[in-house]
């Protein structure tokens, strides 16, 4: 896999902030997916929001798995640290290197295929054990990198590229993500800068576990089935020495919509997502009526987006299992390994 660097001289009048950063510092490399895929745009949102946190990007750590949205990190953050995981295994990455160093920001990028299909009880187990990172899910309901099948989050009754109907019910992660005990769950919509990057500088200061779904339209996959400009019709017609895809770019989709009210965002392929921002008097601490609120909506056909649940008392896995305050990476080998004697009465005191 190519990637391609950004010059790395700056204009000396950049603006910086309070860290003495400027935004072109919080980027990474040249984005390698399609033209207008709401994944740059989460990407974008992230930039934005630790620039105006003044985060320091060394004090960074982003994780990912596999999937278009796993190769977002690459162009967000490029002075953090990075890693990317086997498929659906960030989750358990992530929650070793916080037990080594929690001085760091752990941000868990994904995708809905990464998350809610292999990665299932790893997203589940993360939640539940409360490590202090931002997870974030960057949803689109297809499997991008593998030429758009459904994925888990797909709604039941939608169709794909090739035309097939999605029989199966979709997983709600946020719902999930709710009941295995994260403390701060929100949802938002790629092109709705304004929501999107309050939440993530709220994720980002919230101790705990902070889940974000993010709903990212897949630009790629909207030509229709019967089409005789389709790839898989040229394919089909066309006795080719290689396999290529070239994808025509296309516009940003964006909204912006006041609290408490509904829109309508049409998506490339013609389908229309109804989007309800949460008004200013909704409750997020009632976890309770936060699920029963994002079912009602589902119901109605809606997606909710805004802040869905908070918890004003969160906790975290280093306090659950009692962990000193010096990060683990930083202790000498004497202390990590006591000595046999120590052991002798650890065991002991198991028997």
Known sequence: MTYIAKPKLHHPALERNGAGFTRRDYEGAISTLCAGCGHDSISAAIIHACYELNIEP?????LSGIGCSSKSPTYFLGNSHGFNTVHGRMPSVLTGANLANRELIYLGVSGDGDSA???????????RRGVNMVYIVMNNGVYGLTKGQFSATADRGSRSKKGAVNADA?????????LMGATFVARSFSGDKAQLVP???????HEGASFLDVISPCVAFNNHAGST????????????????????????????????TLTEVEQHDGSVLRLRKLDEGYDPSDKASALAHIQEREAAGEIVTGLLYLDPKPGDLH???????????????????PGAAVLERINAGLR
Not at 170 to 178: E, F, N, P, Q, T
Not at 246 to 258: C, E, S, V
């Open 319 to 337: 306090r659950a299992l009692n962990t000193v305050k010096a990060p683990l990476a930083s202790l000498s080998d004497g202390e990590l390994c």
């Open 229 to 260: 400009k389709s790839y898989d019709y040229v394919r089909e017609h066309n006795e080719a020495v290689n396999r290529l895809d070239f994808f025509t770019g296309q516009p940003p989709i964006t909204a912006d919509y006041a609290p408490g």
């Open 199 to 205: 939440l993530i500088k709220a994720a980002i200061a």
């Open 117 to 127: 299909s292999i990665g299932l009880g790893q997203f589940a187990h993360v939640m």
């Open 58 to 62: 060394h004090r960074v750590a982003k």
């Open 170 to 178: 979709a997983i709600d992660l946020a719902s999930l993500a709710i």
